[in-house]
């Protein structure tokens, strides 16, 4: 069965900090996996994503995320954070074989500080 | 991506009443799923719709509890019955792109507050 783990439910960063927010999947097979953004009183919307190929995957807003399959990890990390960056963000794993449903981690919200 | 938008964006009810949500898509699309995101939670998936069939629940969820309707591919409810203060939560719908690896995306969710 899957499952996701994010460390630490809540991250605090100053402005122009990296952003390190951490996941970490149990699934039996190759996952596809997805980072999520969610802002205050909005849906989610998609970051990036893992399915095949380059581990090492970059998203939107200057984010990327490196799949380690060793590590079974699939951490998020900014360079520089921005104030416009807090918000919550939720990693997630699906697999073909349970039909590509998305189980999510419990979210981590990220604060910048300035 | 598709846009996805959902009616109502929030509503307070009173427990043991009912409430349906709406979702509309602007483009077709074959997979739609309903989730729920209580307060301060993540987002559990309660069922996954599909055009032409019936919808398929989650373990912990059932049809009478949130019956949910497919008519088309571009449109699905979900109904929220008998409603309690457990129900307060967010109720997100996705649809996903399709192919292999079907990422989803999202709408922008119905606030729920049940009193």
């Not at chain 1, 919307?45 to 984010?63: C, E, P, R, S």
């Amino acid at each position: 069965a899957q499952s996701v783990t994010q460390l630490g439910s809540h991250v605090s960063v100053s402005e122009g900090a990296l952003v390190l927010l951490r996941c970490n999947y149990s699934s039996s097979v190759p996952p596809y996996l997805f980072w999520y953004v969610q802002y205050p009183n909005q849906g989610l919307q998609l970051l990036l994503k893992y399915t095949t190929g380059a581990t090492l995957v970059k998203g939107i807003n200057g984010f990327e995320a490196e799949f380690k399959k060793s590590e079974t990890s699939f951490h998020l990390t900014k360079p520089s954070a921005h104030m416009s960056d807090a918000a919550e963000y939720f990693c997630a794993v699906s697999e073909r074989e349970y039909g590509n449903k998305l189980v999510f981690g419990a979210g981590t919200i990220l604060r910048v500080k300035s | 991506s598709a846009v996805i938008s959902q009616k109502p964006s929030r509503d307070i009810c009173q427990r043991g009443t009912s409430l349906t949500i709406q979702c509309q898509v602007d483009s077709q699309v074959t997979m739609m799923f309903w989730y729920r995101q209580q307060p301060g939670q993540s987002l559990t998936l309660i069922a996954t719709a599909n055009q032409g069939s019936e919808a398929t629940y989650e373990s912990g969820f059932v049809i009478d509890k949130f019956p949910i309707s497919r008519p088309n591919l571009t449109f699905s409810t979900l109904t929220v019955s008998n409603m309690s203060p457990e129900d307060s939560s967010i109720y997100l719908c996705s649809v996903g792109s399709g192919g292999a690896y079907n990422e989803q995306f999202f709408g922008p969710g119905t606030r729920l507050t049940v009193l």
